[in-house]
């Protein structure tokens, strides 16, 4: 049972646990009032969300950082813009629709069809004027999408856990992000339901993260989530930006 006390987890430090609780909750299984229990979360992380990016960027343009479109693969060719609150209601209503995606019957998880719905792009691919960066950093980049058409046209098949999905790919992977030849990206997996969330397939095999998880990686490693598996060496030009960033993010 989704109660009033699972928000209130959510918004006072228990944010993990309660995401947990419900990401791979079947939404039109539930009562109405459990969706707006959920509802309200969503609504809350997609907040935060926007207020740490502002706070990222704040931090890495102290640090020199200038937005590049790398291989103009981003249309909007901005790091961050948001719709309108109209706009985001018919998107997400739209988004998970029953459709068929490449051929097979699914729904788009709806965090991730929020998030999109939320968001026109996300996007941290640039340089630093300080740095002399010799690793790729797999910069968060978040595909901006205007219509359906779009969105349908990156169901690809995935791998997770040595098992094929269909899944959305929502980013390019660290080398296409870089304008450097390369494959799939990660991609959230499509569900038979209707889930408040999925696992992110074609990513590592390090950890299981759901999309929101994905995101809450990227930001506490300061929207480049490579830096995780960096050398001591090289992650050495990001310790301070990446402590500044920790210090002052918004748990969601």
């Keep these: 049972m989704i109660t009033e006390k ?17 990401a791979f ?3 039109r299984d539930i009562q109405g009032s459990e969706r707006a229990i959920i509802d309200r979360i969503i609504k809350e992380a997609l907040l935060r969300i926007e207020k740490n ?4 960027l704040s931090i890495l343009h102290n640090e020199g950082f200038e937005y590049m479109n790398f ?15 109209e706009e985001f209601l018919s998107k997400v209503k739209e988004i998970v629709a029953k459709e068929e995606y490449a051929g097979m019957e699914g729904h788009i998880p709806l965090f991730y069809a929020s998030f999109i719905s939320h968001f026109n792009t996300v996007d941290f691919r640039g340089r630093f004027e300080q740095h002399n960066i010799n690793i790729l950093l797999d910069a968060l ?22 098992e ?15 304008d450097i030849s390369g494959g799939s990206g990660p991609c959230v997996i499509i569900a038979n339901e209707l889930l408040v969330d999925n696992f992110v397939a074609n990513y590592t095999e390090d ?14 490693w300061s929207c480049f989530p490579n ?5 001591e060496t090289e992650r050495e030009p990001f310790v301070k930006t990446i402590q500044e960033v920790r210090e002052k993010l918004i748990p969601f």
């Excluded at 291989?71 to 609150?85: A, E, F, K």
């Excluded at 690809?156 to 040595?162: G, I, L, Q, R, T």
């Excluded at 299981?208 to 990686?217: A, G, K, M, P, S």
């Design 6 to 22: 699972l928000f209130s987890a959510y918004i006072n430090g228990n944010h993990a646990d309660a995401w947990r609780a419900i």
């Design 25 to 27: 909750v079947k939404y």
């Design 53 to 56: 990016i502002d706070i990222i």
């Design 71 to 85: 291989g103009n693969i981003n249309p909007l060719n901005q790091t961050s813009s948001r719709r309108d609150s």
């Design 141 to 162: 980049f978040i595909y901006p999408f205007t219509n359906m058409e779009e969105l349908k046209s990156t169901v690809v098949s995935c791998d997770f856990k040595e």
């Design 164 to 178: 094929e999905y269909i899944g959305c790919m929502f980013s390019p992977d660290q080398f296409t992000k870089e």
């Design 207 to 220: 950890f299981d993260f759901t999309f929101l998880e994905y995101i809450r990686f990227c930001f506490y």
């Design 227 to 231: 830096l995780y598996w960096a050398t």
